[in-house]
C-alpha cells in the first residue's frame, strides 16, 4: 500500500516526507528505548530509511547525460536536509 503512495506523482513530497515523519518513523522507532541496538541493525534501519527516501524522490534526469537516474546517498540526504531547513524556517 505504502509502495503505490510513495511512487504516486499526485501525491506531494511535501506530503509524503509527513507521513514518514510521522507514521512510519514513528512506528519503527516504538519502545526503542529499551533496545540493544546492533551495528547490523542500526545498519537495517538506515538501509530502510534510504530505501523510503528513494521512493519518494524518484529518479531524476540527468541533463548531461541525458537520461535518469536514481540518487545517490548523498543526494537524497543533501535533499532531506534543505526539505527540513525549508520547513523549520517557516516556523517561528
Given at each position: 500500500?505504502?509502495?503505490?503512495?510513495?511512487?504516486?506523482?499526485?501525491?506531494?513530497?511535501?506530503?509524503?516526507?509527513?507521513?514518514?515523519?510521522?507514521?512510519?518513523?514513528?512506528t519503527?522507532?516504538?519502545?526503542?528505548?529499551?533496545?540493544?541496538?546492533?551495528?547490523?541493525?542500526?545498519?537495517?534501519?538506515?538501509?530502510?530509511?534510504?530505501?523510503?527516501?528513494?521512493?519518494?524522490w524518484?529518479?531524476?534526469?540527468?541533463?548531461?547525460?541525458?537520461?535518469?537516474?536514481i540518487?545517490?546517498?548523498?543526494?537524497?540526504?543533501?535533499?532531506?536536509?534543505?526539505?527540513?531547513?525549508?520547513?523549520?524556517?517557516?516556523?517561528?
Amino acid at each position: 500500500m505504502l509502495q503505490k503512495f510513495f511512487k504516486n506523482k499526485n501525491v506531494s513530497k511535501k506530503l509524503k516526507l509527513r507521513l514518514k515523519n510521522t507514521t512510519i518513523d514513528k512506528t519503527l522507532t516504538y519502545a526503542s528505548e529499551t533496545w540493544a541496538l546492533t551495528k547490523r541493525d542500526r545498519k537495517q534501519l538506515n538501509v530502510f530509511e534510504r530505501k523510503v527516501y528513494s521512493r519518494i524522490w524518484g529518479p531524476v534526469y540527468d541533463n548531461e547525460k541525458e537520461n535518469w537516474r536514481i540518487l545517490t546517498h548523498k543526494e537524497i540526504y543533501a535533499s532531506v536536509k534543505k526539505t527540513y531547513y525549508k520547513r523549520d524556517s517557516k516556523v517561528k
